[in-house]
């Protein structure tokens, strides 16, 4: 699992993002999230959240995407 730590150190993401994301990941809900859903599932969801937020797509939700960030980096602490 030293691939999602790697994966998460390329990412470039927006400050405030990643700063909701790690308050999020100290939540149960997070938590459950991660346990929900296989980490692959979860990086695919987040990087098509990432290619809508970049391209201004009417369907990006930025709350959708705290969450599967922050479901990400509990996995990650997991691991870790």
């Keep these: 699992m030293s691939d999602l730590i790697s ?6 993401r927006p400050g405030l993002l990643l700063r909701a ?11 459950r999230r991660a346990r929900r859903r296989p980490v692959g599932a ?3 969801e987040e990087d098509k959240l990432n290619a809508a937020r970049l391209g201004g797509g009417l369907g990006y939700s ?7 960030m922050s479901a ?4 990650a ?3 870790s």
């Design 21 to 31: 994301a790690r308050m999020a990941a100290l939540t149960g809900d997070a938590e």
């Design 42 to 44: 979860l990086l695919a």
């Design 7 to 12: 994966t998460l150190t390329q990412m470039h």
């Design 72 to 75: 990400i980096l509990c996995a």
């Design 62 to 68: 930025p709350t959708r995407h705290v969450e599967v």
């Design 77 to 79: 602490r997991s691991v």
